[in-house]
């Protein structure tokens, strides 16, 4: 059982570039996020899904977008990098709202904007 | 809104010694409260949730922590730490069944001396 899996681990891009993050998850959970990292900051909700083919703006949502068109893949693009998002990244999912159920959480994207 | 204060950044603590994580949150309804631990490198993982009932409740790894709501307080404890716990430590808040993810502190950083 794989659990929520993360692609990639690690990326280096430079200002302007776009990617996508894939995270997977095996559990058929309803409920997904990102989360970002940052030294002294903990976690931030940049967007969550309810389900698939919806998606909502979390905490930081601004430079990111996401899209939920499969159950159990929560894509999260960054269409023109910029050195701010250099972070963590993580991802989780949840069988219920994550405000009352566990969440499992990937192993994390380490990105890197120069 | 809700959040979440760690007073502590670091903590260091000898092997074999006693351990208690600091967390104070602020909610304006019953809080549900969780902890997750960070190894190096990895996601999170919960050692433990509150929601209702018993104020002290037990975890993973022999964690426990207890709701002190007079206190606006969910302090983690150990009785006798080994050098494996050595890992980064959040606490989080949550808004019962609300799917908008959690609230994290910044986490505490526990360093295990031999």
């Known amino acids: 059982n794989a659990g929520v899996t993360q692609t990639p681990k690690f990326r280096v891009l430079k200002t302007g570039q776009s990617m996508t993050l894939l995270c997977a998850q095996d559990m058929n959970h309803e409920y997904m996020y990102w989360y970002r990292q940052d030294p002294g900051m903990g976690l931030r909700l940049i967007h969550y899904s309810v389900g698939e083919g919806t998606t909502a703006k979390g905490e930081v949502p601004d430079g990111y977008n996401v899209s939920r068109l499969k159950k159990q893949n929560f894509l999260l693009g960054l269409e023109s990098a910029a050195p701010s998002q250099t972070s963590v990244y993580f991802c989780?999912?949840?069988?219920?709202?994550?405000?009352?159920?566990?969440?499992?959480f990937g192993q994390g994207t380490r990105l890197t904007v120069v | 809104a809700q959040s979440v204060t760690q007073p502590d950044i670091h903590i260091t603590v000898s092997e074999g010694a006693s351990l208690e994580l600091r967390c104070n949150y602020s909610?304006?309804?019953?809080?549900?409260l969780f902890w997750y631990v960070q190894s190096p490198g990895q996601g999170l993982q919960l050692l433990l949730k509150y929601f209702s009932g018993d104020t002290l409740v037990q975890g993973i790894k022999g964690f426990e922590a207890e709701f002190k709501r007079s206190q606006s307080s969910f302090n983690l404890r150990k009785p006798s730490v080994h050098w494996s716990d050595a890992a980064e430590y959040f606490c989080?808040?949550?808004?019962?069944?609300?799917?908008?993810?959690?609230?994290f502190g910044k986490g505490t950083h526990l360093i295990i001396q031999p």
């Open positions: 909610y304006g309804a019953t809080p549900y």
């Open positions: 989080a808040v949550g808004s019962g069944g609300g799917a908008d993810g959690l609230t």
């Open positions: 989780a999912s949840s069988y219920g709202g994550q405000g009352n159920t566990e969440a499992f």
